[in-house]
Antibody, heavy 119, light 106 residues
Framework: EVQLVESGGGLVQPGGSLRVSCAVSGVNVSTNYVIWVRQAPGKGLEWVSVIDSGDSTDYADSVKGRFIISRDNSKNTVYLEMNSLRVEDTAVYYC?????????????WGHGTMVTVSS | SFELTQPLSVSVALGQTATIICGGNNIGRNYVHWYQQKPGQAPVLLIYRDVYRPSGIPERFSGSNSGNTATLTINRAQDGDEADYYCQVWDNSRVIFGGGTKLTVL
Protein backbone atom coordinates (compact mmCIF):
# COMPACT_ATOMS: atom_id res chain seq x y z
CA GLU A 1 0.00 0.00 0.00
CA VAL A 2 1.31 3.43 -0.95
CA GLN A 3 1.26 6.03 1.80
CA LEU A 4 2.36 9.64 2.12
CA VAL A 5 2.88 10.95 5.64
CA GLU A 6 3.56 14.61 6.33
CA SER A 7 5.30 15.85 9.45
CA GLY A 8 7.11 18.87 10.80
CA GLY A 9 4.28 21.35 11.11
CA GLY A 10 3.94 23.62 14.10
CA LEU A 11 3.84 27.16 15.38
CA VAL A 12 6.42 29.64 14.09
CA GLN A 13 6.78 33.39 14.35
CA PRO A 14 6.50 35.66 11.32
CA GLY A 15 9.86 35.82 9.56
CA GLY A 16 10.82 32.40 10.86
CA SER A 17 11.58 29.14 9.08
CA LEU A 18 10.18 25.62 9.14
CA ARG A 19 10.77 22.43 7.20
CA VAL A 20 7.92 20.01 6.57
CA SER A 21 8.48 16.48 5.33
CA CYS A 22 6.54 14.04 3.17
CA ALA A 23 7.63 10.46 3.81
CA VAL A 24 6.63 8.08 1.03
CA SER A 25 6.21 4.34 1.46
CA GLY A 26 5.24 1.64 -1.01
CA VAL A 27 6.65 3.38 -4.07
CA ASN A 28 9.90 5.01 -5.11
CA VAL A 29 9.57 8.75 -4.48
CA SER A 30 11.93 9.63 -7.31
CA THR A 31 9.94 8.11 -10.19
CA ASN A 32 7.16 10.68 -10.45
CA TYR A 33 5.93 14.13 -9.46
CA VAL A 34 5.30 15.10 -5.87
CA ILE A 35 3.39 18.28 -5.14
CA TRP A 36 2.73 20.33 -2.05
CA VAL A 37 -0.74 21.85 -1.70
CA ARG A 38 -1.93 24.03 1.17
CA GLN A 39 -5.30 24.97 2.56
CA ALA A 40 -5.72 27.99 4.78
CA PRO A 41 -8.47 27.71 7.42
CA GLY A 42 -11.86 27.86 5.72
CA LYS A 43 -10.31 28.35 2.28
CA GLY A 44 -9.76 26.30 -0.86
CA LEU A 45 -6.82 24.29 -2.12
CA GLU A 46 -3.76 26.22 -3.23
CA TRP A 47 -0.92 24.56 -5.10
CA VAL A 48 2.46 25.47 -3.57
CA SER A 49 5.26 23.56 -5.30
CA VAL A 50 6.20 20.59 -7.47
CA ILE A 51 9.28 18.42 -7.96
CA ASP A 52 9.50 16.00 -10.86
CA SER A 53 11.49 12.84 -11.48
CA GLY A 54 14.27 14.87 -13.06
CA ASP A 55 14.53 17.18 -10.04
CA SER A 56 12.94 20.09 -11.88
CA THR A 57 10.95 22.29 -9.54
CA ASP A 58 8.39 25.08 -9.69
CA TYR A 59 6.61 27.27 -7.19
CA ALA A 60 3.49 29.34 -6.83
CA ASP A 61 4.18 33.07 -7.12
CA SER A 62 3.07 33.51 -3.50
CA VAL A 63 6.00 31.43 -2.20
CA LYS A 64 8.64 31.79 -4.92
CA GLY A 65 11.95 32.90 -3.45
CA ARG A 66 10.92 31.88 0.06
CA PHE A 67 10.14 28.14 -0.19
CA ILE A 68 12.41 25.36 -1.46
CA ILE A 69 11.27 21.86 -2.41
CA SER A 70 13.78 19.02 -2.37
CA ARG A 71 13.96 15.25 -2.30
CA ASP A 72 16.11 12.71 -0.48
CA ASN A 73 15.91 9.47 -2.45
CA SER A 74 17.75 7.51 0.25
CA LYS A 75 14.98 8.39 2.72
CA ASN A 76 12.19 8.28 0.13
CA THR A 77 11.13 11.68 1.39
CA VAL A 78 10.26 15.08 -0.09
CA TYR A 79 10.81 18.26 1.90
CA LEU A 80 9.44 21.78 1.80
CA GLU A 81 11.75 24.31 3.38
CA MET A 82 9.75 27.43 4.25
CA ASN A 83 11.58 30.66 4.98
CA SER A 84 10.52 34.23 5.71
CA LEU A 85 7.17 32.90 6.82
CA ARG A 86 4.16 35.19 6.83
CA VAL A 87 0.87 35.04 8.69
CA GLU A 88 -0.82 34.24 5.37
CA ASP A 89 1.25 31.03 5.07
CA THR A 90 -0.83 29.56 7.89
CA ALA A 91 -2.46 26.45 6.45
CA VAL A 92 -2.64 22.69 6.39
CA TYR A 93 0.09 21.49 4.05
CA TYR A 94 -0.59 18.34 2.03
CA CYS A 95 1.74 16.37 -0.22
CA UNK A 96 0.36 14.31 -3.08
CA UNK A 97 1.61 11.98 -5.80
CA UNK A 98 0.25 10.07 -8.80
CA UNK A 99 0.39 6.30 -8.22
CA UNK A 100 -2.33 4.37 -10.10
CA UNK A 101 -3.35 7.13 -12.51
CA UNK A 102 -1.58 9.08 -15.26
CA UNK A 103 0.99 11.42 -13.84
CA UNK A 104 -1.03 14.61 -14.29
CA UNK A 105 -3.54 13.67 -11.57
CA UNK A 106 -2.94 12.99 -7.89
CA UNK A 107 -4.61 9.95 -6.38
CA UNK A 108 -2.56 9.54 -3.22
CA TRP A 109 -2.53 12.31 -0.62
CA GLY A 110 -1.13 12.57 2.87
CA HIS A 111 -3.25 13.55 5.86
CA GLY A 112 -1.65 16.99 6.06
CA THR A 113 0.42 18.88 8.60
CA MET A 114 -0.66 22.17 10.15
CA VAL A 115 1.63 25.20 9.95
CA THR A 116 0.68 28.23 12.03
CA VAL A 117 2.52 31.51 11.60
CA SER A 118 1.75 33.82 14.48
CA SER A 119 3.45 36.03 17.01
CA SER B 1 -1.74 32.48 -15.80
CA PHE B 2 -4.58 30.04 -16.30
CA GLU B 3 -7.57 30.53 -14.01
CA LEU B 4 -10.36 28.13 -13.13
CA THR B 5 -13.76 29.43 -12.05
CA GLN B 6 -16.22 27.39 -9.99
CA PRO B 7 -19.53 28.41 -8.36
CA LEU B 8 -19.20 28.81 -4.60
CA SER B 9 -22.12 26.53 -3.88
CA VAL B 10 -24.52 24.08 -5.50
CA SER B 11 -27.58 22.47 -3.94
CA VAL B 12 -29.24 19.22 -4.99
CA ALA B 13 -32.22 17.29 -3.71
CA LEU B 14 -31.55 13.85 -2.34
CA GLY B 15 -31.58 11.32 -5.16
CA GLN B 16 -31.40 13.95 -7.90
CA THR B 17 -28.54 14.96 -10.21
CA ALA B 18 -25.98 17.60 -9.29
CA THR B 19 -23.87 19.43 -11.83
CA ILE B 20 -20.72 21.31 -10.87
CA ILE B 21 -18.98 23.38 -13.51
CA CYS B 22 -15.40 24.53 -13.87
CA GLY B 23 -14.78 27.37 -16.30
CA GLY B 24 -11.56 28.34 -18.00
CA ASN B 25 -10.39 29.79 -21.29
CA ASN B 26 -10.40 26.88 -23.75
CA ILE B 27 -10.31 24.46 -20.84
CA GLY B 28 -11.40 21.77 -23.29
CA ARG B 29 -7.82 21.71 -24.56
CA ASN B 30 -6.59 20.65 -21.07
CA TYR B 31 -7.12 17.50 -19.10
CA VAL B 32 -9.30 18.28 -16.08
CA HIS B 33 -9.23 16.35 -12.82
CA TRP B 34 -11.81 16.52 -10.03
CA TYR B 35 -11.36 16.07 -6.29
CA GLN B 36 -13.80 15.66 -3.43
CA GLN B 37 -12.90 16.93 0.02
CA LYS B 38 -14.91 16.36 3.17
CA PRO B 39 -14.33 18.42 6.34
CA GLY B 40 -11.11 17.52 8.11
CA GLN B 41 -10.03 15.12 5.40
CA ALA B 42 -7.54 15.15 2.55
CA PRO B 43 -8.84 15.52 -1.00
CA VAL B 44 -9.85 12.39 -2.90
CA LEU B 45 -9.42 12.05 -6.68
CA LEU B 46 -12.85 11.49 -8.25
CA ILE B 47 -12.26 11.94 -11.98
CA TYR B 48 -9.02 12.15 -13.95
CA ARG B 49 -8.39 13.23 -17.54
CA ASP B 50 -11.90 14.59 -17.94
CA VAL B 51 -13.86 11.33 -17.83
CA TYR B 52 -12.03 8.49 -16.05
CA ARG B 53 -12.82 7.20 -12.57
CA PRO B 54 -10.10 5.79 -10.33
CA SER B 55 -10.70 2.37 -8.88
CA GLY B 56 -13.28 2.51 -6.11
CA ILE B 57 -15.10 5.65 -7.26
CA PRO B 58 -18.82 4.95 -7.88
CA GLU B 59 -20.22 5.17 -11.39
CA ARG B 60 -22.59 7.90 -10.12
CA PHE B 61 -19.69 10.30 -10.62
CA SER B 62 -18.89 11.32 -14.19
CA GLY B 63 -17.12 14.12 -16.00
CA SER B 64 -16.99 15.91 -19.30
CA ASN B 65 -14.94 18.71 -20.78
CA SER B 66 -15.44 20.85 -23.87
CA GLY B 67 -14.95 24.42 -24.98
CA ASN B 68 -14.68 26.70 -21.96
CA THR B 69 -16.39 24.43 -19.43
CA ALA B 70 -15.63 21.18 -17.65
CA THR B 71 -18.47 19.49 -15.78
CA LEU B 72 -18.69 17.08 -12.88
CA THR B 73 -22.01 15.25 -12.70
CA ILE B 74 -23.22 13.40 -9.63
CA ASN B 75 -26.21 11.14 -10.23
CA ARG B 76 -28.59 9.99 -7.49
CA ALA B 77 -27.04 12.35 -4.96
CA GLN B 78 -26.62 10.97 -1.45
CA ASP B 79 -26.09 12.63 1.92
CA GLY B 80 -22.52 11.36 1.84
CA ASP B 81 -21.83 13.44 -1.28
CA GLU B 82 -21.98 16.66 0.74
CA ALA B 83 -18.47 17.99 0.36
CA ASP B 84 -16.28 20.53 -1.40
CA TYR B 85 -15.36 19.75 -5.00
CA TYR B 86 -12.31 21.10 -6.82
CA CYS B 87 -11.25 20.98 -10.45
CA GLN B 88 -7.56 20.91 -11.37
CA VAL B 89 -5.44 21.37 -14.49
CA TRP B 90 -1.80 21.81 -15.34
CA ASP B 91 -0.59 25.11 -16.80
CA ASN B 92 2.88 24.38 -18.13
CA SER B 93 4.79 23.23 -15.02
CA ARG B 94 2.26 24.57 -12.53
CA VAL B 95 -0.79 22.95 -10.97
CA ILE B 96 -3.95 25.04 -10.91
CA PHE B 97 -6.98 24.40 -8.70
CA GLY B 98 -10.38 25.94 -9.04
CA GLY B 99 -11.73 27.82 -6.05
CA GLY B 100 -13.97 24.95 -5.02
CA THR B 101 -17.71 24.32 -4.91
CA LYS B 102 -19.61 23.36 -1.77
CA LEU B 103 -22.29 20.79 -2.55
CA THR B 104 -25.31 20.69 -0.26
CA VAL B 105 -27.72 17.75 -0.43
CA LEU B 106 -31.21 18.81 0.59
Amino acid sequence: EVQLVESGGGLVQPGGSLRVSCAVSGVNVSTNYVIWVRQAPGKGLEWVSVIDSGDSTDYADSVKGRFIISRDNSKNTVYLEMNSLRVEDTAVYYCARPVRVPNDAFDIWGHGTMVTVSS
Amino acid sequence: SFELTQPLSVSVALGQTATIICGGNNIGRNYVHWYQQKPGQAPVLLIYRDVYRPSGIPERFSGSNSGNTATLTINRAQDGDEADYYCQVWDNSRVIFGGGTKLTVL
